[in-house]
């Protein structure tokens, strides 16, 4: 399987999480052992001499590729979550979305000054989420690497709005 294979695994939701919004579910892709594998492994031999210090995966897509990826790397993994779910002093930050608004937060000892982080999520569409994580991990301290995706929904132009970062994307749609 190639990578431009992948794109055949990701499923297509209409209307969801509310009427007009085309989702785009990874679920059947992360169910398929060898594809999943796949997506690690190439973002793995992407980051391995880059120096990366941690990774810092957002909720709760993230999570999924953020944690073998750091794992294989051997860095940290920083999780960003929505309020409430950490347990130590937080920083929090609330950004747009396409279809509204929402929080995020990071534990505000997370990382050290200068730490070169790789940020992850599953998927790129107007930006503002990874945006506000962008702004979490700086204001924690940290240095962000390059902005990484699984999926990039590139009609929507994202990738254009969180410039000066170096975005990577696997799959385009």
Known sequence: MTITDLSSLIRNIPDFPQPGIQFKDITTLI???????????????????????????????????????ALQLGVGLVPIRKPGKLPAETYQIEYELEYGTSKLEIHRDALEPGMRVLLIDDLLATGGTIRAATQLVERAGGSVTELAFVIELTFLGGREKLAPYPVFSLIQF
Request: aromatic letters at 10%; glycine letters at 16%; a negative charge.
């Open 31 to 69: 169910g398929n052992g060898p594809a999943f594998q796949q997506v690690i492994g190439a973002m793995v031999e992407r980051y391995q001499n880059a120096g990366i210090d941690a990774v810092a995966g957002v909720e709760s897509r993230g999570f999924i590729f953020s944690a073998p990826i």
